[in-house]
């Protein structure tokens, strides 16, 4: 008669690399954890592949593993912690437009109050300044018109002071009404004016206003000033390392416990995705 055996408890096993009794992530909690040390389990006999291993390219785009984890980096004007890897895998680090310098600001200017021509002139003795700005828009508003005539933005060139046709912005003017031109960021360098041309002899009383939009310094930084700077360590400076434009786009695959660090000129917001 076979006797019953006692049952074994099973051996536990542990994790590679884990202690028992010991928290993996003690002293990484106030990180965010896509910086915490992953537990990868070795099983080598199984064939099973670690994570060390980075994803393929799919043509323009790449294999995500687990979802875009994006977070927000604060860059200094002193290096600051981007990655910490601690094996190889892809990031993208973005460097997004600050609302204050590509947002919805809006200045309004009246370049010609309303009044009546009868000859060809222009705004040059009192241009507006538009240095600050990536767009106008013109409004031309006419409430009487005899003969046909012609509108052209103008550009003052800073070394000869002489002003110079950047594009023509109302052509063959006939009729009364309220005409509109955008001309976006042609033409807009430090100061403009706006010239009318009689192309046929005759009268106009018109007034005309441009909106500037897309202030680029309301009180922040932005263009060049917001670009940061990213290298391997914390030695790093806004001459030595490798430069991300405000609004560009960097993807890195970074190496088995490699150290991604960032500084800039000024305070800099940017998005860290892993992957």
Avoid at 19 to 28: E, I, K, N, T
Avoid at 68 to 94: F, H, K, N, Q
Avoid at 209 to 216: E, M, R, T, Y
Wanted: net charge negative; charged share 20%; proline share 6%.
């Amino acid at each position: 008669m076979n006797k019953l055996m006692p049952m074994s408890r099973p051996m536990s096993r542990r994790r590679f690399g884990q202690q028992p009794g010991v928290d993996p992530f003690q002293g990484y909690r106030d990180l965010s954890p896509d910086l915490w040390p992953r537990r990868v389990r070795y099983r080598a006999e199984e064939g099973v592949m670690d994570r060390s291993t980075p994803p393929e390219y799919l043509g323009p785009s790449i294999f995500v593993g687990k979802g875009l984890l994006g977070r927000v980096v604060t860059i200094l004007t002193t290096p600051v912690l981007i990655v910490r890897s601690e094996y190889a895998w892809p990031y993208i680090i973005l460097n997004p437009f600050n609302p204050l310098s590509s947002g919805d600001s809006l200045l309004s200017q009246t370049i010609k109050a309303s009044g009546t021509e009868t000859a060809s002139g222009n705004t040059q003795s009192t241009p507006i300044v538009v240095r600050n700005y990536r767009n106008v828009h013109f409004h031309l508003d006419v409430t009487a018109v005899t003969g046909t005539w012609d509108f052209y933005a103008q550009t003052l060139d800073l070394v000869s002071n002489n002003w110079a046709d950047s594009q023509r912005i109302f052509s063959a003017i006939t009729g009364t009404g309220t005409y509109y031109a955008n001309v976006g960021t042609f033409g807009i360098v430090d100061q403009i004016a706006v010239r009318w041309d009689e192309v046929a002899a005759g009268s106009i009383t018109f007034s005309l206003s441009a909106q500037l939009k897309d202030n680029i310094v309301s009180g922040a930084s932005s263009g060049v000033d917001r670009t940061i700077y990213i290298g391997p360590n914390d030695s790093i400076s806004t001459v030595s390392a490798y430069p991300i434009l405000e609004g560009g786009e960097k993807m890195l695959v970074v190496g088995e416990n490699v150290e991604i660090w960032g500084v800039a000129g000024t305070t800099v917001d940017i998005r860290v995705f892993e992957v």
